[in-house]
């Protein structure tokens, strides 16, 4: 081989050489949605009562709230194979449709419950 060519066999070799990947590290929860989120199905029922809407797809689950100033989604998805799923994300909007953050749907629909009790 001449010079060239131990060259780029060289720089073939050290492009396959693998570099550790970083661990996964979970995001931080949104502000408002400590209540629920990492949690089971049954702290948001307990929180919110009965959902408007229950769908399973495998082993996911999304719920749905729905009151007068908001609608929450909160999606569950077990953390290992054959867990209890969690709620990993939530999605909020208001009725007409315009953007409001999820915690801040989450208070309303807390306070809304709480007033009618």
Do not use: N, W
């Amino acid at each position: 081989m001449t010079g060239r060519s131990l060259a780029l066999a060289a720089l073939l070799v050290a492009g396959c050489a693998t570099t550790p990947r970083p661990e996964a590290v979970a995001p931080p929860v949104p502000p408002g949605l400590e209540a629920v989120l990492e949690k089971g199905v049954d702290v948001a029922v307990q929180l919110l009562g009965p959902s408007a809407l229950d769908r399973r797809e495998g082993e996911a689950r999304h719920l749905q709230f729905a009151g007068a100033g908001c609608v929450l989604d909160l999606f569950y998805y077990p953390p290992a194979a054959g867990q209890v799923p969690v709620a990993t994300h939530a999605a909020a909007r208001r009725p007409d449709g315009s953007a409001i953050a999820p915690g801040d749907c989450l208070r309303l629909l807390e306070s809304a419950r709480g007033s009618a009790r």
